[in-house]
């Protein structure tokens, strides 16, 4: 009997934390496990960058790329499972163009990853940049969860 307990406890604790997990996971046809996303990244940066009447892609004098340049800022975009990656991109965005460093962070499922987003939050108040998070509503999709930019992975299926 003392060993069963421990059975049952795996059983039901497996699907929980598939139900809590913030991220979805796929394998890509060379075998790598990654996160999965509907869209793509430049999908969500088109949009929000032609809203803020900003550059993409800004090619920087080391050959970095700003996803988008504003008159204000220097904007990285990230999903949220790298959102500690889009600081120091961000950072060093801001450094190189004199523009004031930004993070938008797209967040696929809100109510799991908006912790993400609460950690940038935190670490910009001391460090003094901008942060802002989009999800798919950005995007418009239509009936069939397909967005308008023709690259966009979801459009390939």
Known sequence: MSKIIPV???????????????????????????????????SYQKI?????????EYENEDFTRVDCL???HAVEFDFAN???????QALHYGTVTGKKPM???ILDN????MVYFKRIQKISEK???????????????????????????????
């Open 8 to 42: 049952i406890l795996v059983f039901i604790t497996i699907p929980i934390l598939a139900i809590a997990a913030p991220f979805e996971y796929e394998i890509c046809n060379l075998g790598w496990q990654h996160v999965h996303h509907d869209h793509n990244e430049e």
């Open 127 to 157: 460090f003094n940049f901008d942060v802002e998070f989009v999800t798919n509503d950005i995007l418009k999709l239509d009936a069939k969860g397909k967005c308008n930019n023709k690259q966009c992975k979801c459009n390939k299926k």
């Open 82 to 88: 790298k959102w500690h990656e889009s600081i120091g």
């Open 110 to 113: 809100p109510k799991k990853q």
């Open 70 to 72: 504003t008159p204000v």
């Open 103 to 105: 993070v938008v962070l």
């Open 48 to 56: 929000w960058c032609k809203q803020h009447n900003g550059i993409m």
